[in-house]
């Protein structure tokens, strides 16, 4: 199975068209509403995560996000495709990037077993991935850090880009698996970013 191997898989078929402009509308709509989420240090969370830098925002979720975060066609097929059969949905919201924001090196919370995202914005750059890292002690990554930087590069280190507009949606594992954003060129970007948990 690609999950098992690689930490990550593109889940094709499962956003119809009108949904995904019913998306990126409601996104639009809600930019107002954004919190910041902004610290400079690097640390590690009680919940076995690990965070570096990172300047961007986060905005709720409106009703056509939520739907689809707990959909239910949605689950059943990031389930069969992860092979987590005791998946729950936790929610979602959408990543917004102005020009210079980024995310340093990190993981996800706990509670994101599964992310799954979804561009917004069709020049969005790819996110940083480190699959060799998987299940890595935030010690270790710290030393990454101290060692490579926030946006490490070459060697081992890839990237993962998510799909737009294509009908798919990109399955990674958020909490076991390394990540990051290079600070973003363009004007604006935005991510929906959805978190499944296992039971």
Known sequence: MTWDRTGTVLIKGVLAAERFEALKAEAESRLGLATPHIHDH??????????????????????????????????????????????????????LYQQGDFQGLHTDSVKSTVTVAIALSEDLPPMGWAPHLYNAHPDTLG?????????????????????????????????????????????????????????
């Open 143 to 199: 030393k990454v850090v101290a060692e490579n930087g926030i946006f490490p590069e070459g060697g081992e280190f890839t990237t993962l880009r998510h799909p737009y507009g294509d009908g798919s949606v990109r399955a990674f594992a958020g909490y076991s698996v390394p990540h990051w954003r290079p600070r973003l060129a363009s004007k604006v970007g935005t991510l929906v970013t959805m978190s499944f948990m296992d039971l």
């Open 42 to 95: 690097t640390s590690a969370h009680r919940d076995g995560s690990f965070a570096s830098p990172v300047h961007c925002a986060f905005v709720p979720p409106g009703p056509v996000l939520d739907q689809l975060a707990f959909d239910r066609e949605l689950l059943a097929a990031v389930r069969e495709k992860t092979g987590i059969a005791r998946l729950i949905p936790r929610g979602g919201a959408v990543v």
